[in-house]
């Protein structure tokens, strides 16, 4: 029998620090619903914007942060018939969006974590519709690092068109970065990685990719980029960075794809007009992508038995250190925090 009230992380205020354990009523399945019995949940860059005000500023307080989750159906609604109780599942962090193209208001007002309530509670109630089932072979925690950061990868080397031959650019060591040179690799692609440190080039060596490139020692990492692949270029850019978007393009090659995803260094970048018009670029935002096709990457994960990267995890009461690690930028691959 599901308990009444259960533990859930708010933020009273817009700092790390005002994280605080609350009580709140056990939701109720409605029709259509299933309640979910949150077992993990993983950090991605947005959940630290919000909670720092430097996006969605005017989100009310208090607020249930993080996006992405994975857990146990434990209460199914009226009519459903998607799931069973017992069923492992990952909430969609874009709700509604099924297949092609989102609404605008999907894309603004119905997404986890801000504006609709976070996954740092012991049960959530979402429509049946808006979730898919875990890979089988990946435990709570792997599992819960997929709906923003695997997700993000596969839509960018989706809409890029990638296929055995490329080459791919990806930026750091967080979640999308080393899930897009995992699916790059899978699907025969070449892998150029940048990050700062000898110990986080090392890992990308590790985890397959074939040249790095220190952006600390090489401020004009572009030029190494291109050196890493005879001058030719990248085929797909993951571009992470945001405010890194000019060197991305310098180093992109003639008709290539560069998939904006993040904003981990800044907002702005002021671009040359020139480096996208003489080498016939195509420059897309992506925002995560659909519950199609986040099963079809889950397909893809289950039959090579991919596993991601997980950096550490945190216990719920520990949320404000899984946080604190993130801000810090130390980290190679996910942070989770355990329910």
Not at 215 to 223: L, S, T
Not at 247 to 271: D, P, R
């Amino acid at each position: 029998m599901t308990a009444k009230t259960m533990r859930a992380m708010e933020a009273r205020d817009f700092s790390i620090d005002a994280l605080q354990l609350a009580q709140r009523p056990v939701p109720v399945a409605r029709r259509g619903e299933i309640l979910v019995r949150v077992k993990a949940a993983s950090l991605n860059y947005r959940d630290l914007a919000i909670l720092e005000q430097k996006y969605l500023p005017t989100l009310p307080l208090p607020y249930v942060p993080v996006s992405d989750a994975c857990g146990e159906v434990v209460a199914l609604g009226e009519e459903v018939t998607r799931f069973k109780v017992g069923d492992r599942v990952c909430p969609h962090y874009i709700q509604g969006w099924h297949d092609g193209m989102p609404t605008q208001e999907q894309r603004t007002r119905r997404t986890l974590g801000a504006p609709l309530t976070g996954m740092l509670q012991e049960y959530v109630a979402v429509p049946a519709e808006d979730a898919v089932l875990a890979p089988p072979h990946l435990s709570d925690a792997e599992a819960s690092t997929l709906p923003i950061a695997a997700l993000t990868a596969w839509s960018t080397l989706a809409e890029g068109g990638i296929k055995a031959g490329d080459s791919v650019l990806v930026q750091g060591t967080g979640g999308v970065a080393l899930f897009a040179l995992q699916f790059a690799k899978l699907a025969g692609a070449s892998v150029v990685a940048t990050s700062s440190s000898a110990d986080k080039l090392a890992r990308l060596k590790q985890l397959g990719a074939d040249a790095v490139v220190n952006y600390r020692d090489n401020p004009d990492w572009q030029v190494a980029v291109r050196e890493a692949t005879h001058g030719r270029g990248v085929d797909i850019v993951i571009e992470t960075g945001g405010s890194t978007l000019p060197k991305s393009l310098a180093c992109t090659t003639f008709g290539g794809f560069v998939g904006v995803v993040g904003f981990v260094a800044g907002y702005e970048a002021a671009v040359p007009i020139r480096a996208l018009i003489g080498p016939m670029v195509r420059v897309q935002g992506i925002a995560v992508g659909s519950r199609a096709r986040f099963e079809a990457m889950n397909r893809a994960i289950e039959r090579h038995r991919m596993k991601p990267v997980i950096d550490r995890e945190f216990p719920l009461d520990k949320a404000a250190d899984a946080f604190r690690r993130m801000k810090q930028g130390t980290h190679i691959g996910k942070i989770v925090i355990t329910l």
